[in-house]
């Protein structure tokens, strides 16, 4: 025969293995609609429905102070719905739970029914209260892709500017999330980057760092360097090749600065999905066409 005392203290042991749930697997990550049913919602009308069970039960005897036998009982369910509050991971309600029980245990004086109810009830607004605790971002699935991406513009961008790694995560993070405007910005800083290796690339000098100069103080040096290669490198397809390059790279860091960068620096517009994912994807291109022909960070 098993006393009750061994049954408490098993059930105690057994209350405090923590549920891993799906949403805390692996750190920051998507979790599907199919790994939520991994979280069984009938565990927590289990733990609901005995409660109510419990509650019934005591409100017959309100005004009466409990039996020994009904607080050893009433004790044994405390440590019950704790552990049930554990596989579900509410472990503040669970800690909750196990105090309610340590209490009714060490207190020798008699309890009326009607505060073991009230005690059952606190204990449920709780449980309720710690559930709402627990959010969740929904991301459209055609979204999901772009979300915590490391090399979401590619390998070769990722080997070449490794300091964009941040800025390129969290711009998928952010049109994910439909934090489009948020979205370009990381973009902008990530092709800030791109100028800074064009920059570095052509050798052209700043008194000034090259990350302190604004964009407008880079670009114009750099069109100057690239007319002046323009009439002092030897002709031929190299050359040409060459120009083609460098005159287009810069012809696309200020039509960026015109069309983007200056307008979401300075708070002047908003942008949509769709103009985003467009930016985005112009950027990504851009910036492997850079790392493609070699150009890096400084």
Request: charged share 20%.
């Amino acid at each position: 025969m098993i006393c009750a005392e061994s049954q408490e203290e098993e059930s105690a042991v057994m209350s405090r293995k923590i549920a891993v749930l799906p949403w805390h697997e692996g750190g920051r990550h998507l979790v599907s609609w199919w790994d939520m049913q991994k979280f069984d919602a009938g565990k927590y009308l289990i733990v609901a429905g005995n409660l109510a069970g419990m509650a019934q039960g005591i409100a017959v005897m309100a005004q009466f102070p409990l039996s020994v036998d009904n607080r050893a009982n009433t004790n044994l369910q405390f440590v019950e719905r704790a552990k049930e509050c554990r596989e579900i991971g509410l472990v503040i309600s669970a800690a909750q739970f196990e105090t309610a029980a340590e209490n009714l245990r060490l207190n020798p004086g008699p309890i009326l029914s009607i505060q073991i109810g009230q005690i059952i009830i606190d204990l449920q607004n709780l449980m309720i209260n710690e559930m709402k605790s627990h959010l969740f971002l929904w991301v459209q699935s055609e979204k999901a892709k772009y979300y915590e991406q490391l090399e979401l513009f590619g390998g070769v961008v990722a080997d070449n500017f490794p300091s964009t790694e941040q800025d390129i995560r969290s711009a998928g993070n952010c049109y994910a999330s439909s934090n489009n405007t948020a979205c370009v910005f990381h973009c902008m800083r990530v092709l800030e980057k791109g100028l800074h290796g064009f920059a570095d690339y052509l050798s052209v000098p700043f008194v000034v760092p090259v990350e302190l100069q604004n964009w407008q103080n880079i670009i114009e040096p750099i069109e100057k360097e690239i007319k002046h290669q323009e009439q002092t490198l030897p002709k031929g397809t190299a050359k040409s090749d060459e120009l083609k390059f460098l005159s287009g790279a810069a012809a696309q860091f200020r039509y960026f600065k015109e069309a983007w960068r200056n307008h979401v620096a300075h708070s002047r517009v908003t942008y949509d999905d769709i103009e985003a994912v467009r930016i985005m994807t112009h950027v990504h291109q851009f910036m492997e066409e850079l790392a493609q022909y070699g150009l890096k960070e400084p």
